[in-house]
């Protein structure tokens, strides 16, 4: 029963799925990784959405280019914290994604992070301090490498 | 049974299906209307997109503002023609949801509008120019309405 | 007597129309290719246009880079559905294209479809939608792709 | 005869073709004013184009906002140098029309002025320098104009 | 001892905070409201942010226009889970805060809502969504809202 | 005595004047080229534009990168009409520098033309167009250029 | 003899110049203001610049809408800082002055402030900083400023 | 004791502050370089800021990436003169952090650059300038700089 489930819309992405799920992995925070596009597999990621709390989950981090849907999509259909990176995949570079994914209209909330690279980063940090607030051990961890950043 | 299903994302928005509603009526395109919300009623939305084709519609004209999943929500669960319309709610007026529903990932069409009062006036011109590939009336009103636009 | 005109702007964006015409050929669906452009050669542009639906065509797909008038020329000649590929030829990327296409006046519709690649991808396949209205050889392959879609 | 033909969009956006030829008529520059648009009366548009050269017009200038192709395709048209104006008639404030005026594909010169008032200001005074090269009594008020200018 | 706690970067955006702390209410979630700019007062804030979590706050919600740098400087001295609200303050219209709170670089996360009012709401939903994981009073009006969302 | 200046304004760049000398070439106008930086060197560029009509010019095409305002210093020293072309030097890819050509403030006319390549290849069929209006063999050559273009 | 020269591209933008000398005035910084644009007045913009320095003034502010090239003008003719505030005078709101300020080529340093009210505020306050590293008056009254600023 | 602190976020842009250090060298300016990011080492960041002053340095140059807040949240800190230049790191090349530093809110100035390497060069001169204000030496320097500028 893992914390976190990280959803890829694309293959082709996983790149910055893996960025994200190493640093999970220093944490010590356990992950599943899923790869279901919102558009072409809308059934296995309603699925996905609707179980992710019955299967344990505890936030879902959410990964797509273009008209990044997914994000969203999962969010309408969990009660559980949805994380959305933006993907650099299409010509406009991100900000298409970006937009889609920051510009949610108000009821379903989704957490934008940044496009690419230092976003799948960011979206692994977020979750660990989400799940920091119930967990002692995640904490002194998030406190460390704090602390080894300002090192660096 | 109507030809037309207008989706609308949002209540506030009537007034753009309003143009729509009113051009298809010109060409006595028969429509329903719906409101229904990707991310606020994804279930709804998804009853609509996968039962439209048994309830004997042709085409599904989606309109939304902000993150604009609307139209490619319901593209993932039909085989109909979906035609976006993006409209100008947000602070940045619209080219959230234009970017939104334009930047389809390849698999999935959507067919993306004008961003609001002439997009949604589009959307119903061009439902009209699918129509009239198999019904001779239409086309005729077609012919007659392009003519009278050259005049005006 | 096709069912489908490509028309493509420049043979320096040839790349994108084969992409459209390998789709269209997996639906068993005929087309023609042309190269014109808007702006070099308006006569033949309108040629084409005027006499598309006399050709028997019932779709048109125009691909065009920098301020890409092509699919709204071709939409104010002839009353047959067109869908409109903007490319990322300029050092916009694109999107220069992408809003001279979507951003059409009210009375003449074109369908606007993403940037590039998939832009040119999803163009085919909504042709196969509006297709499959009136063929259900197309909507049974169009079914078994949708289907083969979600599992790879 | 005139010898700046002004052609106008669409009538509601009369109001810069005012500022435009206010101008040229301080000038002593004989102009005419049609209104015919790109997309809705392409005929119209075509026509006035293949005969501004014949009717004795030296210069077009083309004024219209959303995907304004209206300058392009006068130019495609005729041999006469043409200047475009881009309008602020959509939710995108002109950067649409801007985009779609500048970006002219290598092959088919257009001249972009200014959004709205200004390059209506502009594409007048860019006419008269162009008259000008020809026609001493018109330098000489542009000359005066200039100083007068740096007066005010 | 409240749950979160709002930090507004000017008393002239404090409608979009009320919009947020009014959500809270609904949920029963406590919170506390504060005015401080991360560039007229960074003392102030630097302090909020270090004493935050040892004052018994969870999660922290900021809100800012212009360059938005108030999430992103709280985000840097405190472990918890830090949510960004850009506003539409300055004459872009929010597009510059968006970036500045999205675009954040590697290793210190913010999570970035929506321009504005919906932005405003959702940063209150994805708190009460991340309070609901230890919570099950929360979890259960969280249920209710959802399913109030769906009829409304 | 050539009919056409133009001005670069930085060496780097030399690969644009190449494109527009060229064109200028094949149809028998004259030209000289400088290089004249409006921020490195004013008081050249200055002296460029005020004696341009003395030294029987007739056109002048400025060509930058940047914060652009090349064309708009020289225009503001010559009645002459001034063609200028956005160079993507910068990593905006030229959209700094096609918004500071285009939107030059009412009373001093820049024609701008697109960013880069194309942009400088229509600067010199803008200018032909212009010098054609008074002479018979270019407007000969440009009529066969057209056709010519048509063909290929 | 004043330490700092405004400069004003038009006086319609008169209200922006009020926001900086009403600061400086705050501070004891004694000004001048002129009105000039670089486009329209390119002489007296080239006086006043060049003989700012033996004027005495010690800083220069320019201030400018549309392709604001005044900074860059007078940075070109003199030694002194120039600091440039975009004004939202366009249909683009400013970020057209605001990349022509900002993406200045290398060699003729312009200091760019946010576009209008808070740019013309901060405009003065960088003025008073740099006039503070040789004022010990000024000085004082700046950390006054700055205390009175985190009180507020 | 030096004159200038040149302050880099990320050791990955130190390309950028070599070009600045290697001009301030030309001219014989004093300066010290550091390493620090406002969001990873904001301790760091804030003391370099509070005793910049005390250290004798008269300007600061600070340079980032992503959504940079390093120039404006040392401006927040101390009194003197900073200097930000926005770096093209992440994907959206640099339009991201030009915003973040250019649109400060009123009360705190920083002063902006362009994006990338022509900011990094003028950042350096601009700081140049401020200090020839009380440097004979410097500002002779500046002159010969200027002269060889408009002859090279």
């Known amino acids: 029963m893992a914390d976190v489930l990280i959803v890829l819309g694309s293959k082709s992405d996983s790149e910055y799925a893996e960025i994200t799920s190493e640093i999970l992995g220093e944490f010590g925070v356990s992950y599943d990784m899923e790869i279901s596009s919102a558009h072409r597999r809308p059934e296995k990621t309603r699925r996905l959405s609707i179980s992710a709390e019955k299967s344990g989950y505890k936030i879902i981090i959410a990964m797509a280019g273009y008209s990044a849907a997914l994000p969203g999509l999962i969010a309408s259909h969990t009660l559980l914290p949805v994380i959305g990176v933006p993907l650099p995949a299409s010509d406009l570079k991100g900000i298409d994604s970006a937009l889609s994914i920051l510009q949610m209209p108000g009821g ?25 607030l119930n967990d002692e051990m995640i904490k002194e961890r998030l406190s460390a490498y704090q ?3 300002a090192k660096d």
């Open 108 to 132: 379903v909330p989704v957490c934008a992070m940044g496009i690419g690279n230092t976003g799948a980063k960011n979206a692994a940090l977020l979750a660990v301090r989400i799940l920091s």
């Open 147 to 149: 602390r080894k950043l």
